[in-house]
């Protein structure tokens, strides 16, 4: 009778549990980047479940062309690899360049750069995001709190397309 009593409280509380205790975050199949809204989204099956605010790059308007100009990349491509050990809170590299950003920039005569990212603070200092986040202070990577980082880390897989737009 009290193994009884215990298991209905117990199923009556996971009944009760807000949605937000779930542990089971939709899988995401994209990540949209609004930089001139400084906004980042996470879509799952066409829909909105999460929105970030962001920083960008020193200079975040226009298309990263060369290593060094401090612009976040514009165009499509893949979150292809994640580095829990990086100098920042978590990152989730961006496949940029791709193959035509290398031409263009080989045509011009420069490097394209890379080491493009998602990231979250500067190691020991996540207590200042509060601050950060107000300013573009990357070297083109897409900045967000540490708290952020954590979730994305948790809800995009690598191979996850990501569409960064002006």
């Known amino acids: 009778m009290k193994n009884s009593f ?14 937000a205790y779930a542990t089971d975050n939709p899988r ?10 400084r906004k980042m989204m996470l879509i799952s099956k066409g829909d909105t479940v999460r929105t970030y605010e ?19 990349p514009e165009g499509r491509y893949v979150l292809d ?4 050990n990086s100098a920042f809170h978590l990152s989730i590299h ?3 360049p791709d193959a035509d950003d290398r031409a263009e ?10 080491d493009i990212m998602i990231h979250g603070q500067p190691n ?7 601050l950060l986040q107000m300013i573009d202070w990357t070297d083109g990577c897409i900045a967000v709190t540490n708290a952020d980082m954590d979730e994305i880390w948790e809800m995009v897989d690598n191979g996850t397309p990501i569409e960064i737009r002006p």
């Open 124 to 130: 020991g200092f996540g207590w200042w995001s509060w």
């Open 28 to 37: 995401i199949d994209l990540v949209v980047v609004e930089k001139s809204a």
């Open 94 to 96: 961006i496949s940029y």
């Open 54 to 72: 962001i920083a960008l790059g020193d200079m975040p308007v226009g298309h990263k062309q060369r290593e060094g100009d401090e612009r976040t």
């Open 6 to 19: 215990r298991a209905a409280i117990f199923f009556f509380a996971l009944l009760l549990m807000p949605a």
């Open 81 to 84: 690899w994640r580095n829990p």
């Open 105 to 114: 920039a080989a045509a011009a005569g420069y490097s394209p750069g890379g």
